[in-house]
């Protein structure tokens, strides 16, 4: 497309041609929402006006029949007929550029952080770095750029940020549906006042940058309270941070919406429904135990039970549970803050975590004691979960009474609505997803699906790169006689799991591979979780508009 439209482009395409002047005003955010990002960069087309009721649309490429398709799609969504111009791709860009105002914003900041940064390498009489007292005035330029990190990297739904120093940048980085994205890119000069503002407001200590320091602070993000877990970390080229972003005030999911197969529901409720006993959720961190936990918690009846929980951080706030944040600095723990609350007479125990021998012990005890204890633990598979107490100092004898249920679980992408894109299962990987589910009782193998299409991403309108949010797979070891009575001969994780598996468990693996076969998860997904690599990453797909109908 041409830098410069004539009416010949109006002849040649029937449609008006629209200039944006690049000292003009920008585009207003609000007519921004119209269109998302991703759609706007993948059709090539971004809202440029609402004249009324009208959005007024720039295109640079009025002959392509997808983005009109699209186009179609969104104007129905919003309820808002639209009018097309012809744009140049360098206003395009300009427009794009308002999207990720991130980059913008951050700029202007730094153009104003030049003449605060000339002293930075002061040093007091006893030779140490002094921190720059512009750099915590409210209306500092570095303050500017720390809160809108904050903020982009909240809005645009990130479970974390990273800050690292290279030799050459500072990087910054969002985890979005579980992978880092580079989101932005600092010059070095600014690392050591970026880091020292988040310290401040973590209150972490500013002298101390040889070994690692956590910490925490809220701040007000679109109007409702945002909490960051803050944890610095030295490296070579300067201590690195990363902040796990906990919105308290999001709603809990609902048992059906993280992931759960109907089967798995059943289940749950039935263990749940337990008087007494401990459930364990298993899993590395960022696996989305605890949003597992929250879910079973609110289905409890909590008018009738006293349900109590102490936690490092409080991550969801429930209502009818009286939540405890755990202060290791003063020495409230998760074993000191177990023992009050056996003095609170609890009907549900919630434990955030367990970490150590003692907060294990105190938590069998619980469950024996006729309370029902909900907790997580760090193990790669549900099956380990009963080693690893027992590594821990607990006697199998008391696990093999008090465990109802250990639950394995992963996060992987989920498919958009509408962006599955049905492939036929050829005989290889049919012979593989035989062989994963070989050992497999014949009874539990005849109620699996038939295994004729999988689903990879596509497209469609709102979601160019057909994966959005994640989704949880499980396995569920229920006990019974059979397994406690492996727990008390021989509590090793191959025992135990050959145990529940002659009782029907699916592994994580197999769990996705029934979630691909549904079309709730790219087939892709099925290889992060181990196993033989089932197919190639570069598989190809159909084109969007033979899987997504024009409106």
């Not at 609170?344 to 938590?363: H, N």
Request: charged share 25%; hydrophobic share 40%.
């Amino acid at each position: 497309m041409d830098e410069v439209l004539t009416k010949t482009d109006t002849n040649k395409y029937g449609i008006p041609t629209r200039t944006l002047s690049a000292t003009a005003e920008p585009v207003d955010r609000k007519v921004l929402q119209y269109i998302p990002q991703e759609s706007a960069e993948h059709y090539k087309f971004v809202p440029i006006a609402a004249e009324g009721d009208v959005l007024e649309v720039g295109i640079v490429d009025p002959d392509n029949i997808e983005a009109l398709d699209a186009l179609q799609f969104i104007s129905t969504r919003v309820g808002m007929p639209y009018k097309l111009f012809l744009i140049t791709q360098a206003d395009f860009d300009r427009v794009i550029e308002e999207y990720g105002s991130l980059t913008g914003e951050v700029g202007q900041a730094l153009e104003e952080l030049e003449p605060i940064q000339k002293n930075e390498d002061e040093k007091d009489a006893k030779g140490q770095s002094t921190p720059l007292e512009p750099t915590i005035k409210a209306d500092a330029p570095v303050t500017k750029i720390v809160a809108t990190i904050l903020r982009y990297a909240v809005e645009g739904g990130a479970s974390d940020i990273h800050i690292e120093a290279t030799p050459e940048k500072v990087q910054v980085r969002f985890r979005m549906d579980g992978d880092l994205h580079t989101s932005l890119e600092l010059p070095l000069k600014v690392h050591a006042a970026v880091v020292a503002r988040i310290k401040i407001l973590a209150q972490l200590r500013l002298d101390e940058k040889r070994k690692p320091q956590d910490g925490r602070f809220s701040a007000s993000v679109e109007g409702r309270r945002i909490d960051f877990r803050v944890s610095t970390f030295p490296t070579q080229n300067g201590e690195k941070i990363v902040m796990r972003i906990l919105d308290s005030a999001k709603s809990i999911s609902s048992l059906e919406s993280i992931g759960f197969s109907k089967q798995d529901l059943v289940q749950i409720r039935d263990i749940i429904k337990k008087p007494y006993g401990i459930i364990l959720i298993s899993g590395p961190t960022g696996s989305g135990k605890s949003t597992t936990l929250f879910s079973m918690i609110s289905e409890l009846d909590r008018e009738t039970q006293n349900v109590v929980s102490v936690e490092d951080p409080i991550e969801y706030e429930i209502p009818g549970v009286s939540q405890s944040q755990v202060r290791p600095e003063i020495g409230y723990t998760f074993a000191s803050g177990l023992r009050s609350i056996l003095r609170q007479d609890p009907d549900v125990i919630m434990v955030g975590e367990i970490r150590d021998k003692e907060t294990a012990g105190l938590a069998i005890q619980a469950a024996l004691t006729g309370h029902l204890v909900f907790s997580t633990i760090h193990t790669n598979t549900a099956a380990g979960v009963i080693p690893r107490l027992v590594d821990m100092g607990v006697d199998p004898y008391l696990i093999a009474p008090t465990l109802i249920a250990a639950i394995g679980q992963r996060l992987v992408r989920k498919l958009c609505p509408g962006a599955g894109v049905p492939v036929p299962v050829s005989e290889s990987i049919r012979a593989m997803l035989e062989k994963d589910f070989s050992d497999l009782p014949a009874e539990f193998r005849q109620n699996l699906p038939e295994f004729k299409n999988f689903y990879e991403a596509g497209t469609t309108p709102e979601c160019p790169n057909g994966t959005r949010g994640r989704l949880a797979v499980f396995e569920i070891l229920k006990m019974d006689k059979d397994i406690e009575h492996v727990v008390l001969t021989s509590p090793f994780e191959e025992k135990v799991y050959a145990a529940a598996r002659e009782k029907g468990m699916l592994t994580m693996r197999e769990d996705a591979i029934m979630k691909a076969l549904a079309g709730e998860i790219p087939f892709q997904e099925v290889n992060t979780l181990g196993g033989e690599l089932l197919i190639d990453q570069d598989i190809p797909v159909l084109p969007a508009e033979e899987t997504v109908p024009a409106a």
